[in-house]
């Protein structure tokens, strides 16, 4: 399986942004998908999860302020993210394939390459 994330840039505190992670080469409807992110000097975190019936589950960090949702016809899953904070500044990844803890980056198989999201203050 091969994961493809777009969608970051550089945008101001307050603002929103659309991810996207194209999927191909599996049967995408079948892998619950999740995003992490890594901040400048730190690990990677846990941001959200979305299962393969459709049920989501976020980090504290960002409950209520990101959406992860998923088209499987197109084989995309999308994280919304709105009044961005500078500490959101982050390489965003997506992954795929939840075999192990949902909120580590140890429980899943199959990994995109990241999209950098830089929130200025």
């Known amino acids: 399986v091969q994961l493809q994330a777009s969608g970051g840039g550089l945008v101001q505190a307050g603002g929103s942004l659309r991810l996207s992670c194209a999927a191909s080469?599996?049967?995408?409807?079948?892998?619950?998908m999740a995003w992490f992110r890594r901040a400048p000097g730190k690990d990677r975190d846990f941001v959200a999860r979305i299962g393969n019936s459709g049920s989501t589950r976020y980090a504290d960090s960002v409950k209520g302020r990101f959406t992860t949702s998923r088209d499987n016809a197109k084989n995309t899953v999308f994280l919304e993210i709105h009044s961005l904070r500078p500490e959101d500044t982050a390489v965003y990844y997506c992954a795929a394939d939840n075999r192990g803890p949902a909120d580590r980056p140890s429980g899943y198989t199959y990994w995109g390459q990241g999209t950098l999201v830089t929130v200025s203050s």
């Open positions: 080469g599996g049967t995408f409807s079948r892998y619950a």
